[in-house]
């Protein structure tokens, strides 16, 4: 079946700093690969996608690349700020219906 | 504002009482997703309706649960004889092809505590 790994948090930032959220799958077939973003007490938005291998997503600063030979999916950000602190979720979707496997959610506190 | 909404958003309910959410999608979204979230996990898929046609049920949807979408437009979940267990967040989605090909939508969700 389909399975998606992330990185475990909470993952602490100095404003400005790099970031890096590593994400791997499994999965049969060709599936879209997505991250999600999650603010406290709120629902799931849609941060960036991919829909095939090579493919850049890349959303308000932050982007992803699809590695298929290394099933990866990793989430950067050159320089982060307070306003990023969220719950980070890698997805994926895939087989007749496209419902999403999510990760665990990686949570991200930036600091001033 | 088109986007996906949930009603309620926010539902208290003693334990064995039964609870109903409903989900409005974006218009003409056939394409339509139940989700339940649980604290410091993520989503986890529960159901999936093509119109008003449920196709797939997560082993997770026990027989206390059940979901309908009767005109092919908005969805209800209901939860019948509650649980503690059942205290979670149930996401909405609904479908949409867009320039970039298909992506899947999140409504805000209807946070549900049982007492």
């Known amino acids: 079946g389909n399975s998606v790994t992330q990185m475990e948090g909470p993952v602490t930032l100095s404003e400005e700093a790099f970031l890096t959220i590593n994400c791997t799958y499994t999965a049969t077939g060709y599936p879209s690969l997505f991250w999600y973003v999650q603010y406290p007490g709120e629902g799931l938005q849609l941060l960036l996608k991919a829909t095939k291998a090579d493919d850049k997503g890349s959303n308000k600063g932050f982007e992803a690349t699809y590695r298929k030979e290394t099933t990866s999916f990793h989430l950067e950000k050159g320089s982060v700020q307070v306003s990023d602190s969220a719950v980070y979720f890698c997805?994926?979707?895939?087989?007749?219906?496209?419902?999403?496997?999510f990760g665990i959610g990686t949570k991200l506190q930036v600091i001033p | 504002d088109t986007g996906v909404s949930q009603n309620p958003r926010h539902k208290i309910t003693k334990r064995g009482q039964n609870v109903t959410f409903r989900c409005d999608p974006i218009s003409e979204h056939n394409r339509l997703y139940w989700y339940r979230q649980t604290l410091g996990q993520g989503p986890e898929f529960l159901t999936y309706f093509q119109n008003e046609a449920q196709l797939e049920k997560s082993r997770l949807l026990s027989d206390r649960f059940s979901a309908e979408r009767p005109k092919g437009s908005f969805s209800t979940l209901e939860i019948q004889r509650t649980e503690q267990g059942d205290s979670a967040m149930y996401l909405c989605?609904?479908?949409?092809?867009?320039?970039?090909?298909?992506?899947?939508?999140f409504g805000p969700g209807t946070r549900l505590l049982v007492l």
């Open positions: 989605a609904s479908r949409v092809l867009d320039a970039s090909g298909e992506t899947q939508y």
């Open positions: 997805a994926l979707d895939s087989g007749g219906y496209q419902k999403v496997t």
